[in-house]
């Protein structure tokens, strides 16, 4: 029976081989030598997380089938076969040897509009008279650096139609965002090119106003939300040369290469701080810890940066950087995260037409919540983390539409060692 099979096999493989040979692209030169067989249904590329791609891009998640693939033998650098996934023959006859498969959708360009570039590889082995049909996953990860630029109300209500904030990261990318630019920038990341900068330029309440910040170490994969404020400073401070008038800016990283479990696959450290000579205003940090309920045994703890107050009714202004850090020191991280929007304006219907609800569970965030959240500055998919950074900034704009009313979030925290639970209270001016 065993010889039976033996036999089988060598026809069958004899068969393929036959039948595939016009899918050799290696031409007549390769025809000799010993080749083997790769099915090609293995090589199907996957985004390190879709689900999170799609809640904060507005760029269309890209199809497997549309991903370029292309297959390179090792030690060599011109490709051995190159095919849109969709359009791959089930079987390619390649010659013996070890190869390098890598899969990538766009461009990568230096800098454009609404451009994300995918990219991942693996490699795998041939062998003489046999067929490779498992390869090491292809996890295609965002590859370029996607910034965004914000501005404050206050700013949009003072700047003139010349206000714009341009750009550059690395040498030459550079793109100009314009007072009423929404689109994302994507910039192609460059090894020892790692720095951003960004300047505001404009007429801000009729004076000429020039502000450049910026960061190094930005990394591909992330999306940098960069916030333009306005800040009205002492007349009579002799430090000011814009009269009265100035432009400050902060910065929010968001990882975009995460799992579905909200888990990466190394540790992603927030190391962008202020470039010498960026002349930026380091961060306040957190201020004291606030008092929390539940047990006493290594409690939750929520630290407000000033002069954001737990314990008091918020004036929420551009003067007001509404942003806080969540914490649990217990094993297992966060079991429950909730936030209880209370607001006699912001009824079920208005949250609605936002893309939210009055009760928004950060621990298993629902798809149709997943986008609204992370654009206005909410941590989501919580379940097992141990630290939460909150921007929530943006939610400035839309409640002031409604007026000087005042507007609760309820937070609730739970880990192992029990719950916190907390009130922002905010007013508008």
């Known amino acids: 029976m065993k010889l039976y099979k033996g036999v089988f096999f060598s026809l069958a493989l004899a068969s393929l081989l036959g039948a ?32 999170g791609y799609e809640a904060v891009t507005r760029a269309a998640i890209p199809s497997t ?20 996934y969709a359009d791959m023959p089930e079987v390619l006859t390649l010659p013996v040897g070890d190869y390098v498969v890598s899969a ?25 008279n046999k067929i490779t049909d498992e390869v090491d996953p292809i996890v295609a990860k965002l590859s370029n650096i996607r910034v965004t630029i914000v501005y404050g109300p206050s700013l949009v209500n003072a700047m003139g139609a010349d206000s714009k904030v341009s750009v550059n990261v690395g040498e030459s990318g550079t793109m100009s965002f314009a007072a009423d630019e929404e689109r994302s920038a ?85 190391d962008m701080r202020p470039v010498q000579g960026g002349n930026d205003t380091p961060d306040p940090g957190p201020g004291p810890d606030q008092p929390v309920a539940g ?7 929520m ?22 850090n969540v914490a649990s020191s217990a094993a297992g991280g966060f079991t429950e995260f ?12 208005e949250l609605a037409a936002t893309g939210l609800a009055s009760h928004l569970d950060l621990i298993n965030t629902p798809d149709s919540y997943a986008a609204a959240l992370q654009n ?17 900034s943006g939610f400035q704009m839309m409640l002031a539409i409604f007026g000087p009313h005042e507007h609760e979030f309820k937070i609730t925290v739970s880990d192992a060692n029990g719950t916190t639970v907390k009130s922002l209270r905010v007013v508008m001016p």
Request: net charge negative.
């Open 20 to 51: 595939c040979s016009k899918e050799n692209p290696f031409g007549s030169e390769e025809e000799n030598g010993a080749v083997g067989m790769l099915m090609t249904s293995c090589l199907a590329p996957s985004l390190t997380n879709a689900e």
């Open 186 to 270: 994507y910039f192609k990341y460059v090894d020892k090119s790692q720095t951003l900068t960004a300047t505001f330029s404009g007429t801000v309440d009729g004076q000429r106003v020039v502000e450049t910040k910026a960061y190094d170490n930005v990394a591909p994969g992330n999306h940098y939300r960069i916030t333009f404020r306005l800040h009205t400073i002492d007349q009579e401070d002799p430090g000011s040369i814009n009269g009265g008038i100035t432009v400050d800016a902060s910065v929010e990283q968001v990882d975009m290469n995460v799992t579905v479990d909200g888990e990466t696959d190394e540790p992603v450290e927030d």
């Open 303 to 324: 630290d407000g940066k000033n002069p954001i107050d737990f314990d008091a009714l918020n004036l929420f202004d551009d003067n007001l950087y509404c942003a806080f």
């Open 104 to 128: 990538h959708h766009g461009d990568n360009n230096v800098a454009a509009w609404e451009e994300p570039y995918y990219f991942g590889e693996s490699t795998f082995h041939i062998e003489e």
């Open 338 to 349: 909730t936030v209880d929007i209370i607001s006699n304006d912001l009824t079920a219907d």
């Open 295 to 301: 047990p006493t045994v290594t409690p939750l703890q």
């Open 376 to 392: 206005l500055g909410f941590p989501i998919n919580q379940g097992g983390k141990t630290s939460a950074d909150f921007d929530i």
């Open 65 to 84: 089938d549309d991903f370029k693939v292309v297959i390179t033998r090792e030690g060599t650098r011109t490709p051995a076969a190159e095919y849109k």
